[in-house]
């Protein structure tokens, strides 16, 4: 049986089903359909030379890769590769054609450091270093049963507090942007981002498939958003806050955790069964607030980096 590397056809449903399939199967723990994973391609600025890789066997995907340049860095030069392969079709060669594929196109396009996330483990890891990446930071992916554990009660609001929802602020979403670009900014990362630009926040971001305004929690001191919880959920039971955080005007004052509380005590009354998030191994203040949540770990990766030249 031989195993090809091809680029994606978006155009053909079972290749974005399949691509979604291996990620989902990969990381169980991360929220992505077929839709969404078509709004992201439809959606990719041309100047991140974007490349989505399918290893395929026997007309099956049993592998992909994310290959692009990271045009949003005021740092020139770097790419990832993220490469996963479906569990019971490893040792296959999948994953080094895809990776050989993968640094080839990026070369091409000028890329001289690559940064690539591997779950944490033993072979894994030995696959990464075998092709000269070494290990950096780590993250965790965390897990909150939401069907049978029992969340934080709803506390009184501290005066000059009111919690709203994403979908209040539909006609006008900048403010949201506006915090999700200072939190974003401060969040820990071995790459600097320029989160600036609100049209492209608007079609990544407020009109993603899985984004849910109405699970979105949001807390508005003085005016203004303070502090919130982003909200996505793959369509079943399953859902998950990509970005909680506050204004650092706002900060220390428990907001971020209030809006939280809000946001999963409303996916559980919606029927969401599981909630899932994920936290920087250095960020711990929100470590913190995770584990007062109940959340458990259930996963780490590892970014590893190549120099390449």
């Given amino acids: 049986m031989t195993v090809i590397v091809r680029d994606l056809a978006p155009e053909v449903r079972a290749d974005i089903e399949g691509f979604a399939r291996v990620r989902h199967l990969a990381l169980p723990f991360f929220l992505v359909t077929p839709d969404s994973l078509a709004h992201d391609l439809a959606h990719i600025r041309p100047e991140a030379h974007y490349r989505p890789l399918v290893a395929e066997e026997d007309g099956e995907v049993i592998g992909t890769a994310q290959v692009g340049l990271v045009h949003d860095s005021p740092e020139a030069g770097l790419g990832y590769v993220n490469v996963y392969v479906h ?114 926040w608007l079609a990544e971001t407020w009109y993603h498939p899985l984004f849910s305004p109405e699970l979105t929690s949001v807390a508005v001191a003085d005016g203004r958003p303070a502090a919130f919880s982003m909200a996505r959920t793959d369509g079943g039971t399953r859902y998950g806050t990509v970005m909680t955080g506050t204004a650092r005007a706002f900060r220390g004052r428990g907001l971020a955790k209030l809006a939280k509380n809000d946001s999963l005590h409303r996916a559980r009354a919606a029927g969401f069964t599981q909630a899932f998030t994920g936290n920087d191994t250095g960020n711990d203040p929100m470590i913190a607030i995770n584990k007062w949540f109940g959340y458990e770990i259930c996963a780490t990766e590892v970014r590893y980096v190549r120099e390449l030249g």
Wanted: charged letters at 30%; glycine letters at 8%.
């Fill in 87 to 200: 569990p019971e079709r490893t040792r296959r060669g999948a994953g080094a054609l895809l990776v050989r594929a993968a640094e080839e196109h990026l070369t091409a396009h000028g890329a001289t450091k690559l940064f690539a996330w591997v779950l944490d483990e033993p072979g894994n890891r030995v696959f990464a270093e075998r092709h000269g990446y070494h290990g950096s930071r780590s993250a965790h992916f965390l897990r909150l049963d939401l069907a049978n554990g029992d969340l934080p009660p709803l506390g009184a609001l501290p005066p000059g507090v009111e919690l709203r929802t994403g979908a209040d602020f539909a006609d006008d979403p900048r403010p949201l942007f506006e915090l999700d670009s200072e939190t974003m900014s401060d969040e820990p990362s071995d790459i600097a981002y320029e989160f600036t630009d609100y049209e492209a």
